[in-house]
């Protein structure tokens, strides 16, 4: 016995189907018309670099594009020349912005950045933000940094992971030295203490607590790199 394969041809539709299904079709394409601009092409990534405002300048706020960037600390916040300008070779970078901690056992400050709307003053949501904290280590009785991201959200590496460990999510696991005397690996021109942080996914703000784990003697301190994201509107 032989066989035969069943194919089955295709319905075509009457006229009447057609018209009511072009009837249909004509608010999609009226809804796709009106999505926004915004959504077809990425913002251009913006760059906030430090040196461009100043050696020796305390820090408060600035407009790159569109885009204000506001800081605002709390805590121990009195050291000398705390968030100031630096263009003296920090973590290898030379332009930076430091951090200097007060000198008590858990001496602490918390760093706010805020993202704001230049025309508006109001928030502005931007992706893809990146910046690194710069020369973590430790002087063995001196001081001992700590850097704790209160932001949830970020990635992270650690450049050295002989010199710098933790996750930077708790004051138990924040990113700090290795051991008790990481300073000798860790000199301003070198990365050995750094530690890279971005978040892909959007914020308008980020915040950091940077503190000692032991009574500190001199002026310890850390900076943070040049700062790039992309505005999620342009």
Known sequence: MSSKATV????RPSRRAM??????????VAVAATAPAYAASACPTTTLAWSALGNGNVFASTTVGAVTVTLTVSGVTNAANNRTISTTATGAQTSNLRFYSGSANGSSQTATFAFTRT?????????????????????????????????GGFGYTIVSPANVVGDGLAPATAFRAANANTSGNSPGTSTTGNVNVSWAGIVNSVSFTYFQSLAATGSPFIGISNMSFQPVIC
């Open 8 to 11: 089955h041809e295709p319905l």
């Open 19 to 28: 018209v009511r299904g072009a009837a249909w079709t004509v608010p999609v």
């Open 119 to 151: 025309s508006t003053g109001l928030p502005v949501d931007i992706k893809n933000l990146s910046f690194s904290f710069l020369d973590v280590d430790s002087g063995g009785s001196g001081w001992s940094d700590n850097v704790v991201v209160n932001t």
